[in-house]
């Protein structure tokens, strides 16, 4: 309960920051070129600065068997996740099949991991970004082109999320020292993750009346996918593995309670889709996610400690 309870702050928070992100769209002082070019920072720069930050830790025999842990539980979780999406929405409706498939768990998950649990829990919710980002380079592009031929393997090579895990893993196995300096810049970087990742959703949320928001049988039921039954299935995969420590257990059970996932709204304008469906369907998730998040988390907190 007591996380639970600590978590719903953290989210009343992020939603502030969102706020800002909304009025600033609102005013005009943050145009939507402007928006696009925080996502990149985020993407290019933050998300990777923190994931590597993340690793600099002391290496430990313990660390690195938690390591293959939060891996597979999150390997299992996400199979899971794409199966159900695929149940419900098969390649008949792309867009929602990414959404309730994928979650928020880099701009969303990993600001709420590290202000909860700390920035070594970051060390294990990166095996989920990592995973997500793979499934969403490979499954997502032909979930949304039916083109197995669009899936290329350089994209992965060149995505900057993989590129800092990788970064990390060699630093921690290999215990690399960095200069105080570079700490302080890595540590300075992953503190802008949070107000930046809301910011920009902000800025999605403004795009639209709220009267497109909450339009459409198909948003919510994608919505309600992506944040009820594949949290609850996630929840009782997790419960199987009772030997597996509490904290990644829960790191796991907040990234895969996440709203949908920011990167369906990039990927449908890349391949052509409805870039506006993309938007409502991050949008009224990432609302709704104020009572659902909190809610999974309990769940979790209540029947594992």
Do not use: H
Not at 243 to 263: C, F, K, L
Request: glycine residues 6%.
């Amino acid at each position: 309960m007591e996380i639970a309870g600590l978590l719903l702050k953290k989210i009343i928070v992020m939603y502030l920051l969102m706020g800002i992100g909304y009025v600033l769209y609102k005013k005009n002082w943050l145009t939507k070129n402007g928006a696009k070019e925080l996502g990149n920072l985020l993407l290019q720069i933050i998300l990777p600065f923190t994931i590597v930050n993340a690793y600099l830790s002391e290496y430990s025999a313990e660390k690195v068997k938690y390591l293959f842990y939060s891996f597979m539980l999150a390997l299992c979780t996400l199979l899971f996740s794409m199966a159900v999406s695929y149940l419900f929405f098969k390649r008949k409706y792309p867009i929602e099949n990414f959404s309730s498939a994928f979650s928020n768990a880099g701009f969303i998950g990993i600001p709420l991991v590290q202000s909860i649990f700390g920035t070594e829990a970051v060390f294990y919710i990166s095996s989920y970004v990592a995973l997500l980002n793979v499934f969403q380079w490979t499954y997502g592009v032909y979930m949304m082109t039916g083109k197995k031929d669009t899936i290329k393997l350089k994209n992965l090579c060149k995505n900057p999320i993989l590129i800092g895990m990788v970064l990390g893993i060699l630093f921690f196995v290999f215990r690399i020292s960095l200069p105080e300096v570079c700490l302080e810049v890595l540590s300075s970087v992953s503190g802008m993750n949070a107000p930046i990742a809301m910011i920009i959703l902000g800025t999605y949320l403004a795009q639209l009346s709220l009267k497109e928001v909450f339009a459409g049988r198909l948003t919510y039921l994608a919505s309600g996918i992506r944040l009820v039954l594949i949290p609850l299935g996630t929840w009782l995969i997790l419960s199987l593995f009772s030997g597996v420590s509490y904290e990644i257990r829960m790191v796991v059970m907040i990234a895969a309670s996440t709203p949908v996932g920011s990167n369906v709204a990039i990927f449908a304008q890349k391949y052509q889709l409805s870039y506006t469906q993309a938007v409502k369907e991050v949008c009224l998730s990432t609302l709704i996610s104020l009572v659902t998040l909190p809610l999974m988390v309990m769940l979790g907190s209540c029947f594992w400690v």
